[in-house]
């Protein structure tokens, strides 16, 4: 579930590429860039159809408007905004009276929205005519997004953004000053969460809400910002900058997952001066330093996330279905009471969080009513043993809308290899085969599961429980109920081969019966 390369189309002008946008009625992909060219180009095949030619400066933006005129339009540094059909024939040249950096589509007032230098016209359509004019913004305006409310946000270098509505655009303008802490350069509109996204020269990507006030911010994730594009499938954000690396953030953890996304992306090599987003057809349109257009398509069956840790082959993997950790401290733990002797006393751990388990299995708080809490479901965790020694877990985050996966280790690299691995459910314990003939029980809480009385003897160990009796590689285990079937091949004074069935201190006593 992830977004796939589908098209790769190189050296699409002659010039760097400045822009781009999709008519949604033909497949089609239009591209404009220094060459003061527009080029349309086939979505599926990445065959050029057509050149329109008109502007005499740089392609700065284009927009297609499907419903209901079914036109391009497009903006330049030579002043004018043009209106071209479908099938690529001029029908209107409008001079905006200077340099002309972005447009926007209100579909609500079905009017299009230019800016320039400090200014922002509002045209009425399908034939361009000149409605308003606002001068709100002291430097250039470099993006414009709208709402379907009708709800116009425009972002400029002078480090402000402007909110109106375009039917009373005077009456409602606000300008929220010093955003950030240089120039916003990029924004867009999250349709979903229906707030806004900037991005600044300061590297800094903000989200603001529709009244202006800052939702969050991520400082610094590159040097500078040129292009935000929300993709709806994913519900992620691609972020590029100067650097030429496209960075990956999922707004509801949040969190940026571009290591996670850049395999099955293919990020690598790509070095993209903008991204933009094709609302409706779940793809992304990139555009390179080496004037090529690459084109994503979501695809359900491309892996969602790649998760990097180990240095070598994994050899098991399994996800353990656990109990609430609540529900797992609050269980007494006995295995340090000697017998004959007196309990030891213990302090209440102050994560129980005041809540009890009643005999009857329900949860109470401290004034004996009963809680349902969010840990009342069964966690999930997944680990992975390598060749490498090593076992990670991994925690997926507790909203199950959010999908970052956090990497802790269980085990340090190590001299052996891990082969195989189970999870007992009943005692709640990982179970690995290694390379070294060996067993090892983990507690996988972190805590010991051999009680301090009993490790004197046999089990010294402050770590895993170690199992030992095979010869060579351990490559399968299995468990029936709280018991744990070890066969091994040391021998004894009673016989050769010896079977030890043992039940794990969290349920009993350690048992040893011989055949």
């Known amino acids: 579930m992830a977004m796939k390369i589908t098209v790769r189309i190189a050296e699409a002008h002659h010039l760097p590429l400045q822009c781009c946008c999709y008519n949604y009625d033909r497949n089609e992909v239009f591209s404009g860039a220094q060459d003061c060219l527009i080029k349309v180009w086939d979505i599926e095949s990445g065959r050029q159809l057509r050149v329109q030619e008109h502007h005499t400066n740089w392609v700065m933006d284009l927009l297609y408007v499907a419903a209901p005129v079914k036109m391009l339009f497009s903006c330049s540094l030579d002043g004018n905004v043009l209106a071209w059909n479908e099938r690529g024939k001029l029908l209107q040249v409008v001079e905006f009276g200077g340099p002309v950096y972005c447009l926007a589509w209100d579909s609500k007032q079905r009017q299009l929205i ?3 230098r400090g200014a922002i016209q509002l045209l009425k359509v399908k034939f361009l005519e000149f409605i308003y004019c606002l001068c709100y913004h002291d430097d250039t305006v470099q993006a414009i997004c709208c709402s379907d409310k009708g709800k116009v946000f425009s972002t400029g270098v002078d480090k402000a953004i402007c909110i109106f509505d375009s039917d009373r655009p005077e009456e409602t303008i606000r300008k929220v000053k010093f955003c950030h802490e240089g120039g916003i350069t ?5 349709i979903e969460g229906k707030w806004l996204v900037t991005g600044a020269y300061d590297g800094t990507v903000k989200i603001w809400s529709q009244e202006g006030h800052c939702l969050d911010t991520f ?21 590029t900058g100067r650097e030429r690396s496209v960075v990956v ?4 953890v949040p969190a940026i997952i571009t290591q996670w996304v850049e395999d099955t992306s293919g990020f690598h090599n790509l070095c993209l001066t903008k991204v933009f987003h094709i609302q409706g057809k779940d793809a992304v349109i990139g555009l390179s330093n080496k004037r090529e257009i690459i084109i994503w398509k979501y695809d359900q069956y491309v892996p969602h996330r790649v998760l990097h840790g180990h240095s070598n082959w994994i050899e098991a993997l399994i996800v353990a279905k656990r109990r609430p950790y609540k529900e797992r401290l609050l269980k007494k733990d006995t295995t340090d009471d000697v017998p004959g002797k007196e309990k030891k006393h213990r302090v209440h751990d102050p994560r129980i969080d005041q809540i009890t388990i009643t005999e009857t299995g329900v949860r109470v708080d401290g004034t004996g009513k009963p809680v349902l809490t969010p840990t009342d ?3 999930l965790e997944m680990y992975s043993g390598s060749i490498d020694g090593t076992i990670l877990r991994w925690l997926p985050n507790p909203d199950l809308n959010k999908d970052t996966w956090v990497q802790t280790e269980l085990c340090k690299k190590a001299p052996y290899s891990i082969v195989c691995m189970m999870h ?10 290694s390379s070294d003939a060996k067993i090892r029980i983990w507690n996988m809480d972190g805590q010991r599961s051999i009680p301090l009385w009993r490790a004197a003897a046999e089990y010294r160990s402050r770590g895993p429980d170690v199992l030992k009796g095979h010869t060579k590689a351990v490559v399968g285990l299995a468990a029936c109920k709280n018991l744990v079937y070890v066969q091994t091949n040391h021998k004894s004074k009673h016989s050769e081969i010896e079977s030890r069935v043992i039940e794990f201190p969290l349920i009993g006593p350690i048992t040893i019966k011989r055949s």
């Open 424 to 433: 007992h459910p009943g005692l709640d314990i990982l179970i690995t085969g």
């Open 249 to 252: 953030i999922d707004p509801l």
């Open 114 to 116: 230019a800016g320039g």
């Open 219 to 239: 400082s610094k994730i590159t040097d500078c910002v040129t292009s935000i594009a929300y993709i709806t499938s994913t519900r992620t954000y691609w972020i």
């Open 377 to 379: 479901k069964d966690e």
């Open 186 to 190: 990029a924004a867009t509109f999250d």
